[in-house]
């Protein structure tokens, strides 16, 4: 079974510029998950989405940031105009539903923004 | 709000000696627990998934203990390797389902 997969892993780009990460989560999983990872810190959740409903962006910075989830598979994270504290690793997670026996969240591997 | 600390932030033992990684977390009214190892650059693997119902979950060398009461859990790693040097991370879902992560703790085995 194939995992959840995330593009770029790598980004580099200066302040004020816009930037865009892509999702696939695993095939069948309804709820979607975005987390930003301060270095030396845990995951914090930014957005959740059931299919392609928001169920979670209370901590968003929706000034900024914004996600998407067309026809409840992939999804995409933008960032515009980016800050110099956006650096961070950005993962996307899934699972097969929000809650109960099967909330338990599998991870794509990250992709790293660093914005200089 | 739920708040999960992990003690201690780093640790470095020999190769074979066993390691014991603390988490602790606030608000006991939890769904589960989760352990994950995070390496260098990369996303997170989850290692071992505790119900609140439960008291200990094993795989392999692996063991996690819950005491929900006391709002604890220690993940044992038996015979330290290399290959187990990483970032654990330790993540609480509370009865909203999210989940709330500790900063981690980073483990070096030595040779």
């Known amino acids: 079974e194939a995992g959840v997969a995330q593009s770029p892993r790598y980004k580099i780009i200066e302040k004020r510029q816009s930037v865009a990460f892509w999702c696939n989560p695993i095939?069948?999983?309804?709820?979607l998950y975005w987390y930003q990872q301060i270095l030396g810190q845990g995951p914090k959740l930014l957005i959740q989405?059931?299919?392609?409903?928001?169920?979670?962006d209370s901590q968003l910075p929706k000034d900024r940031f914004s996600a998407e989830r067309l026809k409840g598979v992939d999804s995409t994270l933008k960032i515009q105009p980016a800050k110099l504290e956006d650096s961070a690793v950005y993962l996307c997670?899934?699972?097969?539903?929000?809650?109960?026996?099967?909330?338990?969240?599998?991870f794509g591997p990250g992709t790293r923004l660093t914005v200089l | 709000k739920q708040e999960v600390t992990q003690i201690p932030a780093a640790l470095s033992v020999p190769e074979g000696e066993n390691l014991v990684l603390n988490c602790s977390f606030t608000?006991?009214?939890?769904?589960?627990l989760q352990w994950f190892r995070q390496d260098p650059g990369k996303g997170l693997t989850s290692l071992l998934l505790i119900q609140s119902s439960q008291r200990e979950q094993t795989s392999g060398r692996l063991n996690a203990s819950l005491d929900k009461s006391s709002g604890r859990s220690t993940l044992y790693i038996a015979a330290s390797q290399p290959g187990d040097s990483a970032t654990y991370l330790c993540a609480v879902s509370s009865n909203d389902y999210k989940l709330s992560f500790g900063a981690g703790t980073t483990v070096t085995v030595r040779a």
């Open positions: 608000d006991s009214a939890i769904y589960n």
């Open positions: 997670a899934s699972s097969l539903y929000w809650s109960g026996n099967y909330n338990e969240q599998f």
């Open positions: 095939s069948g999983h309804a709820t």
């Open positions: 989405f059931q299919n392609n409903g928001v169920v979670d």
